[in-house]
T-cell receptor, first 114, second 111 residues
Framework: DAGVTQSPTHLIKTRGQQVTLRCSPK?????VSWYQQALGQGPQFIFQ???????QRGNFPDRFSGHQFPNYSSELNVNALLLGDSALYLC?????????????FGSGTQLSVL | QKEVEQDPGPLSVPEGAIVSLNCTYS??????FMWYRQYSRKGPELLMY????GNKEDGRFTAQVDKSSKYISLFIRDSQPSDSATYLC???????????FGAGTQVVVTP
């Protein structure tokens, strides 16, 4: 049973560029959440997608946007990259009916902005 | 003040010792409490999950939640070098929403 898969694993971009990160949820899961983890910090919630709609959003600017596809996979897009966007971006999936919405995380995409 | 406070460590213990980790929080709406383990360059892995107050035990791991004090703990018995990792506490106000994480505590278990 494949877990949560993310691509690419590493990415280097320059300031002002745009980036798209991809996530395939664990088999049977229908909800995808994205988190940003800066070095030495805990993950920070970006947003959550359920039934192809953004259901909840954290305190991130509109430069961060996302999408969920009918097969439940998801993309995270970041426009006009800043140096401060350098972080590990984590995708997590869950199934809506599991109490507590237990999250399963992928290994993340390490984004470096130069 | 952060919603969730966690000592970053590092916490160094000898093999076989008990590891004690804790977090405090300020939001009384939190109902779901979790502990994740994160190895270097990997995503967090769910270790323990607790709803509301009380204790939960799973093998060498025990999680405690005291909502009246807004304080949660994780104990690891008979620690092993393979337990060396960063431990993150996380909590949520509802069953499906965002998790609020602590900054993580780095644990080093020395042989």
């Amino acid at each position: 049973d494949a877990g949560v898969t993310q691509s690419p694993t590493h990415l280097i971009k320059t300031r002002g560029q745009q980036v798209t990160l991809r996530c395939s949820p664990k088999s049977g899961h229908d909800t995808v959440s994205w988190y940003q983890q800066a070095l030495g910090q805990g993950p920070q919630f970006i947003f959550q997608y359920y039934e192809e709609e953004e259901r909840q959003r954290g305190n991130f600017p509109d430069r961060f946007s996302g999408h969920q596809f009918p097969n439940y996979s998801s993309e995270l897009n970041v426009n006009a990259l800043l140096l401060g966007d350098s972080a590990l971006y984590l995708c997590a999936s869950s199934f809506r009916d599991i109490p507590g919405g237990k999250l399963f995380f992928g290994s993340g995409t390490q984004l470096s902005v130069l | 003040q952060k919603e969730v406070e966690q000592d970053p460590g590092p916490l160094s213990v000898p093999e076989g010792a008990i590891v004690s980790l804790n977090c405090t929080y300020s939001n009384s709406a939190f109902q779901y409490f979790m502990w994740y383990r994160q190895y270097s360059r990997k995503g967090p892995e769910l270790l323990m999950y607790t709803y509301s107050s009380g204790n939960k035990e799973d093998g060498r791991f025990t999680a405690q939640v005291d909502k009246s004090s807004k304080y949660i703990s994780l104990f690891i018995r008979d620690s092993q070098p393979s337990d060396s990792a960063t431990y993150l506490c996380a909590m949520s106000a509802n069953s499906w929403g965002k998790l609020q994480f602590g900054a993580g505590t780095q644990v080093v278990v020395t042989p």
